[in-house]
């Protein structure tokens, strides 16, 4: 199945850059691009993209708010794509507020080229880009600037069992389905359905917005080890 892809960012030279070296991947298919969050919305609700490479900051609409229109779509809007957002900085308060928003994760541009192509990809596939470091930082950073955790995403937490706040938190902590699994000796298909209720529960979208969840909730703290 190839992907279908879209890229908004106001340089051109990103989006020919981008374009070019995503689309010699025999299985993505760059479908459109944007040179603002505007047209992004736009071309995306024309060519329904899998995956929207978003920048962050942009004239006339920055990414965050374009982000937000293509996750939270008015009535009648079906489509909701992935959303991967793009940023010069690793810590932005604005990829903060997208990953809330449900984007799936953010990369650095200057990331190495096979990241770029292994994002798309992991995104494609509805898993959150949570791999790098600077992720779980930035949400951290963000989150101990709250002066407590929130109080609904703490009394959320009432309605998990025992065993789904132990995923959660592990979740949270930045480790992989099969990092879980070993740590609590369970089956990878086990912690597969553990992750799939917490979700569910919670009414999140996937585990980007998991993390950030269990740091409001005050599940887990910056500084907590691994």
């Known amino acids: 199945m190839t992907i279908r892809v879209i890229i908004v960012d106001d340089q051109a030279m990103v989006r020919a850059g981008f374009a070019a070296l995503l689309s010699a991947q025999a299985d993505i298919d760059v479908v459109g691009e944007a040179p603002d969050g505007r047209q992004g919305v736009q071309v995306s609700r024309t060519v329904h993209p899998d995956v929207v490479l978003m920048d962050v900051r942009m004239p006339e609409m920055d990414g965050l708010t374009a982000a937000r229109e293509l996750l939270s779509p008015p009535p009648g809007v079906v489509h909701r794509p992935k959303v991967l957002m793009l940023t010069t900085f690793d810590i932005d308060d604005y990829v903060y507020e997208a990953l809330r928003a449900g984007a799936s994760g953010f990369l650095l541009k200057d990331a190495p080229p096979a990241d770029l192509i292994a994002a798309v990809r992991v995104v494609a596939s509805g898993e959150a880009l949570l791999a790098p470091s ?47 699994a070993g740590h609590l000796v369970l089956a990878e298909q086990t912690v597969k359905t553990h992750i799939g209720r917490v979700l569910a529960k919670l009414d999140l979208r996937d585990r980007a917005q998991a993390v950030i969840f269990a740091y409001e909730a005050g599940l887990v703290r910056p500084g907590d080890s691994d």
């Not at 992720?135 to 600037?145: E, H, Y």
């Not at 937490?157 to 706040?165: I, K, S, V, Y």
């Not at 938190?169 to 879980?180: D, P």
């Open 134 to 180: 600077v992720t779980r930082r930035l949400i951290a950073d963000f989150v101990q600037q709250r002066p407590a955790p929130r109080r609904d995403p703490a009394l959320r937490l009432n309605g998990l069992t025992p065993r789904e706040t132990e995923v959660l938190q592990l979740i949270a902590r930045g480790l992989s389905n099969q990092e879980i």
